[in-house]
């Protein structure tokens, strides 16, 4: 019987109750528990690290989605300083989310989180497709090298005083791709969505764990002091545990 039998069955002081009896000495051997609570501990260290990791890409996503939102709304009544103060927005958080994508994808060791983040950031690239780009660069927003944006403010301005109508519209669909982009990637399916998901399961799985193997060597250490079997259970556990 390994940790996960504990957990599951909750059995734990019923378990070494039934299988040791009470024997005599000044200590106890439980150096596989303490083993395994450290392997426990440095998961859960990594998991929360690549939770905060994901939850800031989630967070950028959740902002370009907003701001995308703003430019879908847009038409030919629009005004002049509300679409350049929304264009402004948009073009700063979606080169964060790029620039966020990105540095969560290439950490040196590969977890699920930075393959989520590599994804997510191709995907949201991906809504810059050849017609869009050009379209966006008619009006003065153009595509860098790293896959973010830069508007060209002389350009923009003498698109929206030459044809509004149009700077809007391109605008406007733009925004309505990359708002549907992001609602993918933040929805339970999608690749930030699922991999939060999965790490906050990850993390409580292991909670419950340290605490079993907390509870485990407290009753061990104060029922069955000197059991060889308790020694034998820390090693079974610190083998056995995934």
Same mark, same amino acid.
């Not at 620039?99 to 995907?123: E, F, H, Y």
């Not at 008619?138 to 002389?154: C, M, P, S």
């Given at each position: 019987?390994?940790?996960?039998?504990?957990?599951?069955?909750?059995?734990?002081?019923?378990?070494?109750?039934?299988?040791?009896?009470?024997?005599?000495?000044?200590?106890?051997?439980?150096?596989?528990?303490?083993? *395994?609570?450290?392997?426990?501990?440095?998961?859960?260290?990594?998991?929360?690290?690549?939770?905060?990791?994901?939850?800031?890409?989630?967070? *950028?996503?959740?902002?370009?989605?907003?701001?995308?939102?703003?430019?879908?709304?847009?038409?030919?009544?629009?005004?002049?300083?509300?679409?350049?103060?929304?264009?402004? *927005?948009?073009?700063?958080?979606?080169?964060?989310?790029?620039?966020?994508?990105?540095?969560?994808?290439?950490?040196?060791?590969?977890?699920?989180?930075?393959?989520?983040?590599?994804?997510?950031?191709?995907?949201?690239?991906?809504?810059?497709?050849?017609?869009?780009?050009?379209?966006?660069?008619?009006?003065?927003?153009?595509?860098?090298?790293?896959?973010?944006?830069?508007?060209?403010?002389?350009?923009?301005?003498?698109?929206?005083?030459?044809?509004?109508?149009?700077?809007?519209?391109?605008?406007?669909?733009?925004?309505?791709?990359?708002?549907?982009?992001?609602?993918?990637?933040?929805?339970?399916?999608?690749?930030?969505?699922?991999?939060?998901?999965?790490?906050?399961?990850?993390?409580?799985?292991?909670?419950?764990?340290?605490?079993?193997?907390?509870?485990?060597?407290?009753?061990?250490?104060?029922?069955?002091?000197?059991?060889?079997?308790?020694?034998?259970?820390?090693?079974?556990?610190?083998?056995?545990?995934?």
């Amino acid at each position: 019987m390994n940790i996960s039998d504990f957990v599951r069955s909750n059995a734990a002081t019923s378990y070494l109750n039934r299988s040791v009896s009470t024997q005599s000495s000044n200590s106890v051997n439980l150096s596989g528990l303490d083993d *395994a609570k450290k392997r426990i501990q440095s998961q859960q260290d990594s998991t929360t690290t690549e939770l905060s990791s994901i939850g800031k890409l989630k967070s *950028a996503i959740s902002d370009t989605q907003s701001t995308a939102k703003i430019l879908s709304g847009f038409s030919e009544k629009s005004s002049f300083t509300s679409v350049k103060t929304g264009a402004d *927005a948009f073009v700063k958080s979606f080169n964060s989310t790029i620039g966020l994508a990105k540095t969560t994808a290439n950490v040196q060791t590969q977890t699920s989180s930075s393959q989520s983040a590599a994804r997510a950031g191709k995907d949201m690239g991906a809504s810059l497709d050849s017609k869009t780009t050009e379209s966006l660069n008619k009006i003065g927003i153009t595509v860098q090298g790293d896959g973010t944006l830069a508007i060209d403010e002389k350009k923009f301005a003498e698109a929206q005083k030459s044809d509004s109508a149009n700077v809007n519209s391109t605008l406007s669909d733009f925004g309505k791709k990359v708002d549907k982009t992001a609602a993918n990637e933040l929805a339970s399916s999608g690749s930030v969505g699922k991999s939060m998901s999965v790490l906050n399961q990850r993390s409580s799985d292991l909670n419950i764990q340290q605490n079993t193997l907390s509870a485990i060597q407290q009753s061990a250490n104060a029922a069955f002091t000197g059991s060889s079997f308790l020694s034998n259970l820390g090693i079974s556990t610190y083998r056995n545990f995934v």
